[in-house]
């Protein structure tokens, strides 16, 4: 059962628009940056999106973050078959202990 | 550019414990901090821990308290990670990952599978 909670998959045409949601409280999400991660198969994830809305440098913006009080968003426009992944966030939590880095489940995002 | 080398495959039977290594390259080793996340068969991302390569110091996921322990050699700009009490439900790819706000770099992970 993972802190961050997102939905199990989502699906979308090429050319479509898919948006990918994360839920968490207020002692991760409420107070922390999110971060966003693209994971294909049988490789390392790879970083969108850091400080809720930020693109690292090569990540096209069809890529783009959103962060609302205890839930982010992570939207892609113009799918392309390429897209399909895992999808992950990831944030600080510091209700626990010294505090650590939580991740959401997973996103299956299929390009239709 | 920066480059995260692990070991590699682990096989390792239940109660025995397990070392990964990760050699950094490509950027001063002790100006980000070095986590590890592992990832089970066909499930999530599940963060470990982080070390401190300047200080050494270390802040480890409360599930883990009692089993893990990373630590840094600076000398060669390497981070280890060793989880003991290896169970069946440790069969996983463990990856270290560095960066400046984010996840930024990865290694290329190693599985490590404990079976009787």
């Known amino acids: 059962q993972s802190v961050l909670t997102q939905p199990p998959s989502v699906s979308a045409a090429p050319g479509q628009k898919v948006t990918i949601s994360c839920s968490g409280s207020s002692s991760n999400i409420g107070r922390n940056y999110v971060s966003w991660y693209q994971q294909l198969p049988g490789t390392a994830p790879k970083v969108l999106i850091y400080?809720?809305?930020k693109r690292p440098s090569g990540i096209p913006d069809r890529f783009s973050g959103s962060q609302s009080g205890t839930s982010a968003t992570l939207a892609i426009t113009g799918l392309q078959t390429g897209d399909e992944a895992d999808y992950y966030c990831a944030t600080w939590d510091g209700s626990v202990g010294g505090g650590q880095v939580v991740f959401g489940g997973g996103t299956k995002l299929t390009v239709l | 550019q920066v480059q995260l080398v692990q070991s590699g495959v682990e096989v390792k039977k239940p109660g025995a414990s397990v070392k990964v290594s990760c050699k950094a390259s490509g950027y001063i080793f002790t100006g980000y901090y070095m986590h590890w996340v592992r990832q089970a068969p066909g499930q999530g991302l599940e963060w470990l821990g982080f070390?401190?390569?300047?200080?050494?110091?270390?802040n480890y996921a409360q599930e883990f308290q009692d089993r893990v322990t990373m630590t840094t050699d600076t000398s060669t700009s390497t981070a280890y990670m060793e989880l003991s009490g290896l169970k069946s439900d440790d069969t996983a790819v463990y990856f270290c990952?560095?960066?400046?706000?984010?996840?930024?770099?990865w290694g290329q992970g190693t599985l490590v599978t404990v079976s009787s």
């Open positions: 990952s560095t960066g400046a706000a984010a996840y930024d770099y």
């Open positions: 400080d809720n809305s």
């Open positions: 070390i401190n390569p300047s200080t050494g110091g270390t």
